[in-house]
């Protein structure tokens, strides 16, 4: 069993370059399926999700080459086959297959997705999206069943909740259907703009990405193309949260920070004190920070995705934080992991409750990462505690963070992947 070993108390210093979009990567791979010459993408972070998908492609009879963080994707000799369930289970981005093989298909059979479990992940609002262009939608032995024997038509779709999967997935499935298609309530995360701007270098014809409203005017086919992904604002957080935490002088580059904005406000509001440029974010040594209430909600407000990473530099502050996460509720798996290090902090209903202490000394122990995003967190804890930190279940860190450990140590953290009987 692997672990991740950190030796704590060493600050960081350094430039760290951040890596592409893990959200946009495992949509943008099931996407390029619909062309019908070689896509290729440029930026795609080397992560266990990227190398699933790689695997469920080539299943499929999709020729890939992934090297250099350049991946290509040759769908000319692909088949419709039902997915294999096994890489399925381990990841949730594995639904866009759904709206993908729709797209190209008119049919597809999917396992339900898997991923990390931060409560339930209902795919309601992609089966009303699918059934809505015309598809039936059937679960049978775990599998979704999905078949449009008449082709999908075009038509006006709301979105009951702001989802950016069943926007994605609704995308992919309605970019070849009969006519327009509108969807309605519609998520603005810059991973569907990312999407849509793929889709209509491989030319779709989609309008008002990034806004509530996307308008789809189907086409007849779909052509390769190259397409450069955009920088993981997610991953570039994790490491703006690490430095203001425990940093003395760290330069985060490959950053849009307009994706990153009430983040951005919200290390400032704390007393975080950053130099942003065009492309990078330089987190200085600070000191004083106060404490500061997070409520995780849809893009573009704070990502439920940063709440976790956030949690360690929260710990830090004079006072007390409340975080309510509005997106999923059970993602407060990590609490009892820095509780268990020396953290004050409490689970109370659907808040996380935080008293901070700015002399704060965190001990390292043997922690479990329950998730992905916790397990950044604990990362973090164990970078800033005293002695060795060993978290478990690295595999969920490894699902979306490109090369941690060698970007850790060039900042001068002590860290090191372990093989355990």
Same mark, same amino acid.
């Given at each position: 069993?692997?672990?991740?070993? /950190?030796?704590?108390?060493?600050?960081?210093?350094?430039?760290?370059?951040?890596?592409?979009?893990?959200?946009?990567?495992?949509?943008? /791979?099931?996407?390029?399926?619909?062309?019908?010459?070689?896509?290729?993408?440029?930026? *795609?972070?080397?992560?266990?999700?990227?190398?699933?998908?790689?695997?469920?492609?080539?299943?499929?009879? *999709?020729?890939?080459?992934?090297?250099?963080?350049?991946?290509?994707?040759?769908?000319?000799?692909?088949?419709?086959?039902?997915?294999?369930?096994?890489?399925?289970?381990?990841?949730?981005?594995?639904?866009?297959?759904?709206?993908?093989?729709?797209?190209?298909?008119?049919?597809?059979?999917?396992? %339900?997705?898997?991923?990390?479990?931060?409560?339930?992940?209902?795919?309601?609002?992609?089966?009303?999206?699918?059934?809505?262009?015309?598809?039936?939608?059937?679960?049978?032995?775990?599998?979704?069943?999905?078949?449009?024997?008449?082709?999908?038509?075009?038509?006006?779709?709301?979105?009951?909740?702001?989802?950016?999967?069943?926007?994605?997935? *609704?995308? %992919?499935?309605?970019?070849?259907?009969?006519?327009?298609?509108?969807?309605?309530?519609?998520?603005?995360?810059?991973?569907?703009?990312?999407?849509?701007?793929?889709?209509?270098?491989?030319? #779709?014809?989609?309008?008002?990405?990034?806004?509530?409203?996307?308008?789809?005017?189907?086409?007849? $086919?779909?052509?390769?193309?190259?397409?450069?992904?955009?920088?993981?604002?997610?991953?570039?957080?994790?490491?703006?949260?690490? #430095?203001?935490?425990?940093?003395?002088?760290?330069? *985060?580059?490959?950053?849009?920070?307009?994706?990153?904005?009430?983040?951005?406000?919200?290390?400032?509001?704390?007393? &975080?004190?950053?130099?942003?440029?065009?492309?990078?974010?330089? &987190?200085?040594? +600070?000191?004083?920070?106060?404490?500061?209430?997070?409520?995780? &909600?849809?893009?573009?407000?704070?990502?439920?995705?940063?709440?976790?990473?956030?949690?360690?530099?929260?710990?830090?502050?004079?006072?007390?934080?409340?975080?309510?996460?509005? /997106?999923?509720?059970?993602?407060?798996?990590?609490?009892?992991?820095?509780?268990?290090?020396?953290?004050?902090? +409490?689970?109370?209903?659907?808040?996380?409750?935080?008293?901070?202490?700015?002399?704060?000394?965190?001990?390292?122990?043997?922690?479990?990462?329950?998730?992905?995003?916790?397990?950044?967190?604990?990362?973090?804890?164990?970078?800033?505690?005293?002695?060795?930190?060993?978290?478990?279940?690295?595999?969920?860190?490894?699902?979306?963070?490109?090369?941690?450990?060698?970007?850790?140590?060039?900042?001068?953290?002590?860290?090191?992947?372990?093989? $355990?009987?």
């Amino acid at each position: 069993m692997k672990k991740l070993v /950190i030796n704590g108390g060493k600050k960081l210093k350094g430039e760290v370059k951040i890596s592409g979009a893990k959200n946009s990567a495992v949509a943008l /791979i099931p996407a390029a399926i619909l062309a019908d010459s070689p896509v290729i993408l440029e930026g *795609v972070p080397d992560i266990k999700d990227v190398h699933s998908l790689k695997e469920i492609l080539e299943m499929m009879g *999709v020729t890939v080459s992934f090297e250099n963080n350049r991946m290509k994707i040759d769908p000319t000799n692909m088949k419709s086959t039902p997915m294999p369930s096994g890489k399925i289970q381990s990841l949730r981005a594995s639904y866009y297959f759904m709206g993908a093989l729709l797209g190209k298909f008119n049919e597809g059979v999917v396992g %339900l997705p898997g991923g990390c479990y931060l409560g339930p992940r209902l795919i309601d609002l992609h089966i009303k999206g699918f059934e809505a262009l015309g598809a039936t939608v059937t679960t049978e032995n775990g599998a979704t069943n999905l078949k449009a024997a008449e082709g999908l038509t075009g038509t006006r779709i709301y979105m009951d909740m702001v989802s950016i999967g069943a926007t994605i997935n *609704v995308m %992919l499935a309605a970019v070849k259907a009969e006519g327009r298609t509108v969807i309605e309530n519609a998520a603005r995360e810059p991973e569907i703009i990312d999407v849509a701007t793929l889709l209509n270098n491989m030319g #779709a014809n989609i309008r008002g990405a990034g806004t509530n409203e996307i308008r789809i005017d189907g086409v007849k $086919e779909l052509h390769g193309c190259r397409h450069s992904i955009i920088p993981d604002r997610i991953e570039a957080g994790t490491y703006l949260a690490m #430095a203001a935490a425990y940093g003395d002088g760290v330069k *985060v580059k490959n950053v849009i920070h307009e994706h990153l904005e009430s983040f951005i406000a919200k290390l400032t509001e704390m007393g &975080v004190k950053m130099t942003i440029e065009e492309d990078s974010i330089t &987190v200085h040594l +600070s000191t004083g920070l106060k404490a500061a209430n997070v409520t995780t &909600v849809p893009y573009p407000g704070f990502a439920t995705d940063l709440q976790q990473p956030i949690t360690p530099l929260l710990l830090l502050t004079e006072g007390t934080s409340i975080v309510t996460d509005t /997106i999923y509720e059970a993602r407060v798996n990590h609490i009892p992991e820095l509780v268990r290090m020396g953290a004050n902090a +409490s689970i109370e209903g659907n808040m996380i409750v935080i008293n901070g202490n700015p002399d704060l000394q965190l001990v390292g122990a043997e922690v479990t990462a329950s998730d992905l995003r916790a397990g950044a967190c604990l990362v973090t804890a164990g970078v800033m505690a005293t002695g060795e930190t060993k978290i478990s279940n690295v595999g969920n860190i490894l699902r979306g963070y490109d090369s941690i450990i060698e970007k850790l140590t060039a900042l001068g953290a002590d860290i090191r992947m372990e093989e $355990e009987e």
